[in-house]
């Protein structure tokens, strides 16, 4: 069986071509000059010939050398290849983030955040859920989510969780374009409407349902559902009437399928917060896309 060098021969042999010099080679491998040479001579014994000619004009190599030195060469960077891409498929399966969002971030400023976070990980792993934050509280409990993004509440339990203020977004009544009640100016005006609204158990729509709904402001018990989309599709093929963020008129994608109804009454404004669980710390990628999230929500013109 023939005897086959070790990696580290061919990594003195390729050094010393490197800096033509046994002592600058040996300095830079961190190895006495004896440790290295003896490498040399224990290489060129396996080989049979002799790889370097050492002269007043430095270390040449021979005719082998010239032929072994580039095919070790060729072995060492495909090994570092190897090694690297092995490196790098690890960390690519160990970084992982999962977050929730409502629907107002995913329409405006996600994906945003995802560009500028990528530039800089690009081998972290992203899972988003997308829901009201009232559905997302139970992920963060059961550790499928690290944080999440949502109108906050009052009944978030702050012995459990923490929470960030992040930014204010005003809401609007909104109907198909040329909604028959597109010019009425009060909320009382539109009792008799028919109203589809997002599903939720906290948060916003719940402040909204007791304003408005309890009180009898409006007579018609709404329609709800948990699907942004759904409603959307809804409206615009017919007379509902919705109550969603201002900033989700502003895409183009919704900005000739919908009236705004001008209403003399103020909507409340929605708060929205980051939430996590006080007992499970972020992880360092956690916080990397996190404070993406700060910048961008503080940027945007809600």
Same mark, same amino acid.
């Given at each position: ?7 580290? =021969? ?22 006495? =000059? ?33 032929? %072994? ?5 060729? /072995? ?31 329409? +405006? /400023? ?36 690290? %944080?999440? /993004? ?10 459990? %969780? ?44 719940? +402040? ?42 502003? +895409? ?7 009236? /705004? ?42």
């Amino acid at each position: 069986m023939v005897t086959l060098p070790k990696i580290q =021969q061919l990594k003195v042999i390729s050094e010393v071509i490197k800096y033509g010099s046994i002592n600058t080679a040996a300095k830079k491998m961190h190895l006495s =000059q004896p440790s290295l040479t003896y490498s040399l001579k224990t290489l060129e014994q396996i080989l049979g010939v002799p790889l370097l000619i050492r002269s007043n004009d430095g270390i040449q190599l021979t005719k082998e050398g010239k032929i %072994f030195s580039k095919k070790a060469n060729i /072995i060492l960077e495909e090994l570092e290849n190897a090694v690297t891409e092995i490196l790098e498929s690890t960390i690519s399966n160990n970084l992982k983030i999962s977050f929730g969002l409502s629907p107002i971030i995913v329409i +405006t /400023i996600l994906d945003s955040i995802l560009k500028s976070y990528k530039k800089t990980n690009p081998l972290v792993k992203i899972n988003i859920k997308e829901a009201q934050l009232s559905s997302l509280l139970p992920r963060l409990r059961d550790h499928t989510l690290d %944080f999440a /993004i949502g109108s906050l509440d009052e009944d978030i339990p702050s012995c459990e %969780f923490i929470i960030e203020p992040l930014f204010s977004a005003p809401f609007i009544i909104i109907g198909r374009k040329n909604h028959p009640l597109a010019k009425y100016n009060s909320i009382t005006s539109l009792k008799n409407a028919e109203w589809l609204l997002p599903e939720t158990e906290m948060g916003y729509y719940h +402040t909204l349902k007791e304003i408005f709904f309890e009180k009898k402001i409006i007579k018609k018990t709404p329609i709800y559902s948990d699907s942004i989309n759904c409603i959307m599709n809804i409206i615009s093929n017919s007379d509902y009437l919705s109550v969603l963020s201002r900033a989700r008129l502003t +895409t183009d994608e919704h900005k000739d399928k919908y009236c /705004i109804i001008n209403i003399e009454e103020d909507l409340p404004i929605s708060n929205y917060g980051l939430v996590r669980l006080k007992k499970r710390p972020l992880s360092i990628e956690s916080k990397k896309i996190i404070e993406h999230i700060k910048y961008f929500s503080k940027k945007y013109k809600w």
